[in-house]
């Protein structure tokens, strides 16, 4: 397996682009399954995790074309041959589940692995389970697998979500495209990546207001046609790329990045003392003074502090001037890049779902284990930073959600290499 090696080496100068969202990308794609007219993506990422999507719409019978070097997918579903989604495919990334609504309402059947994807918490169906049966799905679980099936097909209804799942909205929106009827989602996520899905159904035809709030409502229409469609810009990356000068000094200009994208991560990345200012091309970052201050950061649904950058943030934090409490409130075993950090000189101590984080005056290279893929880049970005070498083992998951990391960090100084396995 590859390893990265990380040389800490002062300020980073220069511009990163930020690709298109792995998180958009992945709900988008099942899109295909709800028509038998061409759905084309621009604006991909170039990463493992949409390979696999691929494969397993490719599974059940879709064409899946990569243009453009992987930035254009084409996507058409016209001869689906199979409703099931194997376990094979689906324990390598839980947003397989994602095939769950579009394959139940354009088949009427759809069988379905419990995912796997990153060891971060238990990770359960429920929320999707509880919904779709609210449309009138009958659903059950049976050798790992969730078996569903809407004989009379799936016909509008009015649901609250016991949480803001992402995922579980995103199937609810997908499959309520098709119901009969009309569906309003209560509680519904409000994940840009939502809006992003709700504006490529809406080009397909489907009839939906409300992305973006709490209550998403859904006219069911008979059919939904083609569309082009650019994905959205990737709030994650662009907010691990804004933390690389919050930690290493410099200033860099992140091209596409976008406010509105990244929520309450702005106010807390002024209150520890980073600067952020719109360009015509995206956003520019820099640190107001050498050190920056701790801050108290919780987890959140959007518009609140994202999960996927708790563990970037923690990096961050561990040279900051005083303690910083960390909570992460929406998957309950995100810290396990605490201990590696800690191997790197890191004070952190951490409670069940709160981490307290000392900082102290510099991090030190060491060998490290990536655990999960948002902890892989706080590695990373902890090691720029770091006196010496860092060498970050175990990589893989970084791939899945990072393209061309070690380009895009050299590019604005940083000293960073990828080392192949033998
Ligand atoms: C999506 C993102 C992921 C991000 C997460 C939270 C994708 C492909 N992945 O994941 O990067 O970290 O949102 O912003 O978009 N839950 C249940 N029952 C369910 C579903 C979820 O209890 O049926 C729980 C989960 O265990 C977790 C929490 O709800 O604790 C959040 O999960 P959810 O919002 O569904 O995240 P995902 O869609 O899996």
């Not at 099942?30 to 028509?35: A, C, D, E, R």
């Not at 001869?79 to 199979?82: A, E, I, K, T």
């Not at 929406?330 to 396990?336: G, T, V």
């Given at each position: 397996m590859d390893s990265i090696l990380v040389t800490g080496n002062g300020p980073l100068h220069g511009q990163i682009p930020i690709a298109g969202a792995k998180n958009a990308c992945l709900a988008l794609?099942?899109?295909?399954?709800?028509?038998?007219e061409p759905l084309t993506l621009t604006n991909a990422p170039r990463l493992s995790d949409i390979k696999t999507m691929t494969m397993l719409l490719q599974s059940v019978g879709a064409e899946v074309t990569e243009m453009q070097d992987g930035k254009v997918i084409a996507l058409t579903s016209h001869?689906?041959?199979?409703h099931t989604a194997d376990y094979e495919i689906v324990r390598k990334m839980r947003?397989?589940?994602?095939?769950l609504g579009p394959l139940l309402a354009r088949m009427g059947k759809a069988v379905v692995s419990l995912p796997g994807g990153?060891?971060?918490?238990?990770?359960?169906?429920d929320l999707h389970v509880e919904a779709l049966e609210a449309l009138g799905a009958q659903i059950e679980l049976k050798d790992g697998y969730l078996h569903a099936e809407a004989p009379g097909g799936l016909k509008g209804a009015v649901h609250e979500m016991r949480f803001a799942s992402v995922g579980a909205t995103e199937n609810v929106v997908m499959a309520a495209t098709l119901a009969k009827g009309t569906t309003v989602l209560k509680n519904a996520a409000r994940e840009p990546e939502i809006v992003d899905l709700v504006h490529c159904l809406r080009k397909m035809g489907a009839q939906i207001e409300g992305e973006g709030t709490s209550t998403i409502t859904i006219e069911g229409v008979d059919r939904l046609h083609g569309a082009t469609h650019q994905v959205v810009t990737d709030r994650i990356e662009l907010g691990t790329y804004m933390l690389a000068p919050a930690i290493c000094g410099g200033e860099v200009e992140l091209l596409g990045g976008r406010l509105d994208l990244v929520g309450t991560f702005c106010e807390k990345l002024d209150a520890a003392g980073i600067d952020v200012q719109e360009t015509p091309n995206g956003l520019k970052v820099s640190r107001r003074n050498d050190r920056v201050r701790a801050v108290d950061v919780t987890t959140e649904p959007f518009p609140g502090f994202p999960t996927d950058l708790q563990a970037q943030m923690m990096a961050l934090l561990a040279t900051a001037d005083g303690v910083s409490v960390l909570e992460e409130k929406?998957?309950?075993?995100?810290?396990?890049h605490a201990p590696e950090l800690t191997r790197m000189g890191a004070n952190i101590d951490v409670h069940g779902g709160t981490a307290t984080v000392t900082g102290v005056e510099r991090l030190k290279g060491a060998p490290v284990m990536a655990t999960d893929l948002r902890a892989s880049v706080s590695l990373i970005l902890a090691g720029l930073a770091a006196e010496g070498e860092t060498i970050v083992n175990r990589v893989y998951h970084l791939d899945r959600g990072y393209e061309h990391v070690e380009e895009k960090l050299q590019a604005v100084g940083a000293k960073i290499e990828r080392i192949k396995s033998q």
């Open positions: 794609m099942p899109v295909t399954l709800l028509s038998d001869g689906l041959n199979s947003a397989s589940n994602l095939v990153c060891a971060i918490g238990a990770r359960p169906m929406i998957f309950e075993n995100r810290f396990m």
